[in-house]
């Protein structure tokens, strides 16, 4: 079995700060990070490799050289092939561009069984690049999965709700996006973080995966970030005084009503 994981090497964005003064944000000095989403993904598909001699486990980026760093770090917790997809013609792309450029890149390697991602990417917050992938390579898609059972050719899987779970069969090959719940990722090994140096990335650009300029990045990107800006600080909050108990807990709910929050 061949399970591919796509990968987004992304900011870590529980280390971004705001400037107080500018209100704007700082990036110096931020690490880049596997997406943690991803790091779920990466960790089922080596789970069912340690389960099913014989799996092997491909991960895929699209993303500027310096991705191969991140890329060096999923071969260190055990991916046996790695591919990056770099190309001053990527850039710019919005989600649309993005998967038609995963996908191109997929449809290059023969024989997937399984495509794993991540529900959501924590920079680009969207959650649409794995159905997106899905939908061009024609396979079916189940989101937000948080168990992963193989069954012959098939994926028995949960679909994480609101309220409890869905349990869906899927037909490989099929695309999982997967979330936090599935999984405990697991650490890189030293002999890992040693082997990963000497392991080959494949870096291909868009000729490689036979797109055309015209049909990736920015060029291919329907939708336009025409600004983008700090949010504002949110107000102080308010402590609600009284002298009994009843009197506190009554001004608490006309506030609420008030707000229309209940
Ligand atoms: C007009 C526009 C311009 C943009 N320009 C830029 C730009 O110049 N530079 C830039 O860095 N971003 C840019 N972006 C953001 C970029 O579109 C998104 O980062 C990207 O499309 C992925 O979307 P997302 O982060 O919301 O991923 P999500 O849809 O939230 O990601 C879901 C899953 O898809 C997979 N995935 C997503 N992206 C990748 C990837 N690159 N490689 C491998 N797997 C992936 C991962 O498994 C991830 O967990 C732009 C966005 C727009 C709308």
């Known amino acids: 079995m061949r399970i591919l994981v796509c990968a987004k090497q992304v900011p870590d964005t529980n280390e971004v700060r705001i400037d107080p003064v500018k209100g704007t944000m700082i990036r110096e ?56 997809l770099s190309d001053r013609a990527f850039g710019g792309a919005d989600t649309w561009a993005t998967s038609a450029t995963l996908a191109a890149g997929i449809k290059k390697i023969k024989k997937i069984d399984m495509v794993l991602a991540g529900r959501q990417a924590i920079d680009g ?26 069954e012959d050719q098939k994926a028995i899987v949960h679909r994480q709700m ?4 869905e349990v869906i069969e899927v ?6 996006t997967c979330v936090k719940e599935l999984n405990d990722p697991r650490y890189m090994s030293i002999g890992g973080i040693m082997q990963a140096y000497e392991q080959p990335i494949t870096t291909w650009n868009h000729e490689d995966i036979g797109l055309s300029p015209e049909a990736c990045g920015l060029n291919a990107s329907p939708t336009q ?36 929050i209940i």
Request: charged fraction near 25%.
């Open 29 to 84: 000095g931020v690490p880049s990070i596997l997406n943690p989403d991803d790091a779920n993904a990466l960790e089922a598909a080596l789970a069912i490799k340690d389960e099913t001699p014989g799996t092997e486990v491909i991960v895929m980026t699209m993303g500027p050289p310096q991705a191969s760093e991140m890329l060096r770090e999923c071969l260190a917790m055990g991916a046996d092939e790695a591919y990056l």
């Open 125 to 150: 917050d969207t959650a649409q690049v794995g159905s997106q992938i899905a939908q061009r390579l024609k396979m079916p898609v189940v989101t937000y999965v948080e168990d992963i059972k193989i």
């Open 162 to 165: 609101e309220d409890g779970y």
């Open 171 to 176: 037909e490989m090959p099929c695309l999982l």
């Open 225 to 260: 970030v025409f600004r983008s800006f700090t949010p504002p600080a949110k107000g102080g909050g308010e402590m609600i005084t009284g002298t009994t108990v009843s009197e506190i807990a009554g001004s608490l709910v006309s506030k609420l009503k008030e707000k229309h």
